[in-house]
């Protein structure tokens, strides 16, 4: 099993772990900032990405992934953030003893989802945008890595037409050429 293997089913877990715990409205929460991450991320990325290559003169893609990385979490945060009280506010309901299983139950199934669909549109992002020789070859001997792809791959239609302009436009990146 590859360390990117390793790396998915660990963050998959904690996201399904996160479920469980905090229950089904507080992920349904952050799955809605995993969305909404996505949308608001990919729409803002590219100014702040083009900044960092003026001020540092990085490569493009570098800036591009982390800034789209930086965004897509600090706003999926942000939304789950607000969920986490609106789950507080309802707190009496979801501590009914048949009521508390279930809410846990769906917690731990839609955080699943949510890491699967999390870690997907990541892996969707760099695999556009290659970083790096080591972490294309990674992708490319991942057994996980392909599946999530394809699952956060769903998710492309919010994306804005300017970054499907650029993935289709990008044929190599330091030397590395994409699939």
Do not use: C
């Amino acid at each position: 099993m590859e360390l990117l293997d390793i790396i998915i089913l660990v963050v998959v877990g904690g996201f399904a772990l996160f479920g469980f715990w905090f229950g089904f409205i507080h992920t349904l929460g952050s799955l809605l900032g995993t969305i909404l991450g996505v949308y608001l991320s990919s729409h803002y990325y590219e100014p702040v990405a083009s900044w960092i290559v003026h001020v540092t003169g990085w490569g493009s893609n570098w800036p591009k992934v982390t800034t789209f990385i930086v965004a897509f979490i600090v706003i999926n945060r942000l939304v789950g953030l607000a969920f986490f009280f609106i789950d507080k506010v309802l707190h009496v309901v979801t501590r009914l003893p048949f009521i508390k299983s279930i809410n846990r139950l769906l917690g731990l199934a839609l955080g699943f989802f949510e890491g699967v669909i999390s870690i997907g549109i990541i892996l969707y992002f760099i695999e556009r945008f290659p970083i790096n020789e080591h972490l294309t070859d990674a992708l490319g001997s991942s057994q996980f890595a392909p599946v999530a792809i394809e699952i956060g791959a769903v998710l492309w239609p919010l994306f804005p037409a300017a970054l499907k302009i650029i993935e289709s436009s990008v044929n190599y990146v330091e030397g590395v050429v994409l699939p």
